[in-house]
């Protein structure tokens, strides 16, 4: 009995090392997206909505409640766009909340993960846009630290900035030019920015960050990107204002 286990055990491992070699090797990878949207709708499947029902009715009492408006779509996208102007600039608007004073604000464009669609916006409209647990934050950089942060920045082809920030980088990433409010950085000042804690960390590749001091970033959850977002686009609303932002030359390519 324990030639013939052994036996056993031994073909088992034969078999399985000849099971492992492969004569195939990779040819090429493909990718694509598929787009989900009304075409799906053409042909419901029952079964399956009846199981969602008790599902959906819960998600939309939290996803559905309108925060706010915009007059029209808003996209993310390199080197600046309406959309990343517009998170960049409400995180300079939440500092007040802070009793912080800010020079200009920092959004990643990683970090937007949605589109805005012309007319009302919801709850999951914002947090589609900001999945992530994301915190504000503000730190402190020399001007000299800044200008490596606006480089870094040149590097990956753009990120999220304020108004005031204008940016000028060259076909091959490089910083060409960087003014705030009209003025040269000053090596040697010091600026105040508002930003994610996710960013102070010195990550999407802007390592400036590691050497920000005077850092204030608080953890409770409603320090969260998308309560900030939502904050503000409720203040919109009671104002009477439908949110607008455009492109207007805070990074050119040239």
Same mark, same amino acid.
């Given at each position: ?45 029952? #079964? ?51 009793? #912080? ?82 003025? #040269? ?70």
């Amino acid at each position: 009995m324990y030639r013939k286990i052994f036996y056993l055990a031994g073909l088992s491992v034969l078999l399985t090392a000849g099971g492992c070699a492969s004569h195939y090797e990779l040819a090429g990878i493909q990718r694509t997206r598929v787009l989900v949207d009304s075409r799906y709708d053409a042909a419901p499947d029952a #079964e399956a909505a009846k199981f969602m029902e008790p599902f959906r009715h819960k998600v939309d009492s939290v996803m559905g409640p309108v925060v706010g408006e915009v007059d029209h779509d808003m996209v993310a996208h390199r080197p600046e766009s309406d959309l990343s102007n517009l998170l960049a600039d409400i995180m300079v608007w939440a500092a007040r909340d802070y009793n #912080e004073k800010v020079d200009f604000g920092v959004y990643n464009m990683g970090g937007i993960r949605a589109a805005l669609s012309k007319g009302k916006v919801t709850y999951g409209d914002v947090l589609d846009i900001a999945p992530f647990e994301n915190k504000i934050c503000f730190v402190t950089l020399t001007g000299g630290k800044v200008l490596e942060l606006f480089s870094q920045m040149a590097h990956t082809g753009g990120e999220a900035v304020s108004h005031g920030v204008q940016l000028v980088f060259t076909h091959d990433h490089r910083l060409k030019s960087a003014r705030l409010n009209g003025k #040269e950085i000053d090596p040697k000042a010091s600026y105040r920015i508002a930003t994610l804690d996710y960013l102070a960390q010195g990550n999407d590749k802007m390592e400036a960050f590691k050497s920000a001091t005077d850092v204030v970033s608080p953890q409770e959850i409603s320090n969260n990107t998308r309560f900030i977002i939502m904050n503000y686009f409720k203040e919109q609303t009671a104002q009477g204002r439908v949110v607008n932002a455009h492109t207007e030359g805070r990074i050119r390519v040239e």
